[in-house]
């Protein structure tokens, strides 16, 4: 069984931000990867956040900390970072009648959002976004759709969420406008980060948030399955709120498993490489004004390819890159392809990332790739899609 | 009895193949709709072309679960393998048994398939489908004995009273007829099989995303209808060129989900005074392009998005080149 695309540029825009960096997945691999519970040895309290070595415990507070938060849990992912959000939002709900089981969340929300609400039988009004072809959220739109809820029911809804950097266009929503009209509504306000914690700098108290979830595989440099929900001082006993139960037969008590992260949490090498990979994250995220820069430089190169046009916000504030590409698509038409031989394309030249099948629209991100390798994602488009290269930049 | 539009002609036809294709595409039914239409006068027959008779004697219920695969037969008495059926569909008069046919004349033969000029529309569905088909319906009645099914229940019945029925079935069409346990027949007049297929339309059109942001939610007559002019269908929008024009197409919904507007963009990379507009459209600058937008009421641009053809292409057209002008060479991405 072998890896097809080992030596290959990634540019799939999941997976930019959750490479690790050099040196970590040696050490990992050489140290940690012959057991799937390795964090668990030295396990006293009988769940791995508690853990003094490795320091799981201490590094759960730099990730807190490092947000702008009070309290951190490691979980499986950031969409069951979403769930422990609203199983908690949920209970209190229960407790809160003057609430409505609706939450406002925005209209560029990943699905995992969506299922998570499903899932605690949480009600979704939608803020909208603009449209094509910024498709941009507006602050004012919770505000509307918030006091809309209000006249209807005559309750607040549950909670807000936002997209921070959205997974279709890469907008960044106007987090701290948002925070600050939840906070002023007194709606609980939580920022769905996948694909910013980890990038891009972070403060969740600059946001009003009460609730941060992160993905670690997507953009902090760590293998999957990791995401953390962080929240501040005032939600933590309801979101980490440990078990209560007592069996009737048994009378067993699990007093230190959190039940809105499913008891204990992720015990092995996912976790083990983000604490490796907290050094690298933490010095990435200064250079990002940096990166995202070069980041729309290559945009616009992109641009300089006949119909060819980037979709979302200007000048482009994340990574994730979302092209409309009729271009490519006539080109291809033209030799006859159809729009999988573009992904095959790029694959036989070293590059993959690009959803196959898709060649009206592309999506990818360049984030963290050097010079070279994006002058090679470059000309593999601009050689599809039959274009010279500008005089001087051969 | 048959339902008549003006012209005397059975109303399958108004029914019609699109009527039913769009019944199966919306229940996604593995069989098509089976028309049946009965023959009493022999010359007719003769007279015209019609489906050829079965090679062998069968039963009714198994023709017709034929035909909803596509095959097609004209079957006369003879053809018939079950006696219920002679009975039910009027080939012969009851002597020994004690069964209202509602025949005033003798039947010489059932086409059997076509839905062109059929007096009952038969479908045969599962459970979900027919559950479906009732919500479509506001209610559908099933009166059945479990024996006489096909032929009497779904065919015959459907045929003297005018109202749908809902059959399911008796041992003879399970056992012989082919039929899975978890099908059902349901007989349509035509007339309700077109307004089920109204119905299904209007549900199209009020369907999907209210932001009329998702392409895939609009009803296939219109997709295909932009693509006859050229336009493919993006994600979000419908895409192509008029007069060396990149445009984008975006159909905007109401708050019931009915398209109520078309807005036309048009993308131009060039500086803000490389183009000109006449009103109502206007323009905006994005960091090196600029964006052309109009918003039309579609009915004010006498565009109809079920129809399509040139007469749609000249609308855009007209709109697209008569009002953008480019003013600065070069500043094209033709």
Same mark, same amino acid.
């Given at each position: ?9 990634? $540019? ?13 997945? *040696? ?17 006293? *309290? ?25 309290? %951190? ?14 199983? %908690? ?8 009648? *003057? ?53 209807? =029911? ?8 936002? =997209? ?31 694909? =910013? ?44 709120? =440990? ?22 949490? $992720? ?14 994250? *933490? ?11 070069? $980041? ?87 050689? $599809? ?10 | ?110 086409? @059997? ?18 559950? /479906?088909?009732?919500?479509?319906? !506001?209610?559908?009645?099933?009166? &059945? #004995? ?15 009273? !005018? ?35 109204? #119905? @299904? ?6 369907? !999907?995303?209210?932001? !009329? ?14 693509? +006859? ?18 445009? #984008? ?6 708050? +019931? ?38 918003? &039309? ?29 480019? /003013? ?7």
């Amino acid at each position: 069984m072998n890896n097809r695309y080992r030596d290959h540029i990634i $540019i799939n825009a999941l997976m930019r931000g959750g490479i690790l960096p050099p040196g970590v997945k *040696e050490e990992l691999f050489d140290q940690w990867g012959e057991v799937g519970y390795a964090l668990c040895h030295d396990c006293l *309290e009988g769940r791995s956040s508690l853990c003094g070595r490795p320091p799981v415990k201490k590094h759960l507070e730099r990730v807190a900390a490092f947000y702008g938060g009070d309290a %951190a849990e490691h979980t499986f992912g950031c969409r069951t970072a979403k769930f422990a959000v609203m199983r %908690a939002v949920r209970e209190w709900l229960d407790a809160n009648p *003057e609430r409505t089981d609706t939450i406002v969340v925005d209209a560029n929300s990943h699905y995992s959002t969506n299922i998570a609400a499903e899932l605690n039988s949480l009600r979704v009004a939608e803020a909208p976004h603009n449209g094509y072809p910024t498709y941009s959220i507006n602050a004012a739109g919770y505000e509307e759709k918030i006091l809309e809820i209000k006249r209807e =029911t005559g309750r607040l809804p549950a909670l807000a969420v936002a =997209t921070h950097a959205d997974p279709y266009y890469g907008n960044l929503a106007p987090v701290e406008d948002i925070g600050r009209i939840c906070r002023e509504l007194d709606v609980p306000f939580l920022v769905n980060a996948a694909y =910013t914690g980890g990038v891009i700098p972070i403060d969740m108290r600059a946001m009003n948030a009460d609730f941060l979830s992160v993905s670690a595989h997507k953009s902090m440099a760590s293998l999957a399955p990791l995401g953390y929900v962080i929240t501040t001082h005032e939600w933590s006993g309801r979101v980490f709120a =440990t078990s209560a139960q007592r069996t009737q037969w048994s009378g067993r008590v699990f007093g230190k498993k959190i039940p809105n992260i499913f008891g204990c949490s $992720i015990g092995g090498i996912p976790a083990i490489s983000s604490m490796l990979s907290m050094d690298h994250v *933490e010095e990435r995220v200064t250079q990002w004004d940096r990166e995202i820069e070069s $980041i729309n430089a290559f945009a616009r190169a992109m641009e300089e390819i006949p119909d060819i046009m980037l979709l979302g916000q200007r000048p482009h504030r994340h990574h994730l890159l979302h092209f409309e590409t009729p271009g490519l698509w006539e080109a291809l038409k033209q030799q006859g392809k159809n729009g999988f031989y573009l992904s095959e394309f790029m694959i036989k030249n070293g590059v993959v990332g690009l959803h196959r099948g898709m060649s009206k629209h592309i999506k990818f991100s360049v984030y963290g790739l050097s010079q070279g390798e994006r002058d090679t994602v470059l000309n593999l488009f601009r050689e $599809i899609a039959g274009a010279k290269v500008p005089a001087g930049k051969e | 009895m048959s339902i008549s539009d003006s012209s005397g002609r059975t109303t399958c036809e108004l029914a019609g193949l699109t009527a039913c294709e769009r019944i199966r595409a919306h229940l996604g039914m593995k069989h098509g709709a089976v028309g049946v239409r009965f023959i009493f006068d022999e010359q007719e027959l003769e007279s015209q072309t019609l489906p050829a008779r079965p090679d062998k004697p069968s039963w009714y219920c198994q023709m017709v679960l034929q035909a909803a695969g596509g095959k097609q037969f004209t079957a006369r008495m003879q053809d018939m393998s079950c006696p219920n059926s002679e009975l039910s569909l009027g080939f012969r008069k009851p002597r020994f048994v004690n069964i209202k046919t509602g025949f005033d004349k003798v039947t010489q033969a059932v086409v @059997i398939g076509p839905l062109e000029n059929a007096d009952v529309i038969l479908l045969v569905l599962n459970n979900r489908q027919a559950m /479906t088909m009732s919500i479509l319906m !506001g209610g559908i009645s099933a009166e &059945f #004995r479990g024996e006489v099914a096909v032929c009497g229940e779904a065919t015959a019945q459907v045929y003297h009273e !005018g109202l749908p029925n809902l059959s399911f079935l008796c041992n003879g069409a399970r056992m012989f007829g082919g039929y899975k346990d978890s099908e059902v027949v349901l007989g349509l007049p035509p007339i309700a099989a077109e307004k089920v297929a109204e #119905r @299904i339309m209007a549900l199209q059109k009020a369907g !999907g995303a209210l932001c !009329g942001c998702v392409v895939s939610d609009l009803p296939r007559e219109i997709i295909e209808n932009f693509k +006859t002019i050229g336009f493919e269908k993006g994600s979000d929008y419908f895409f192509g060129k008029l007069c060396g024009w990149s445009v #984008r197409i975006y159909l905007d919904k109401d708050d +019931t989900g009915r398209i109520k507007n078309i807005t036309l963009y048009v993308l131009e990379k060039a500086p803000l005074d490389g183009v000109l507009v006449k009103p109502p459209f206007s323009t905006r600058e994005r960091e090196g392009w600029v964006d052309i937008v109009a918003t &039309f009421d579609t009915q004010s641009i006498g565009a109809d998005l079920y129809s399509g053809g040139d007469k749609l292409r000249n609308t855009f057209t007209e709109l697209i080149c008569n009002y953008i002008i480019r /003013t600065q060479e070069g500043a094209s991405q033709k």
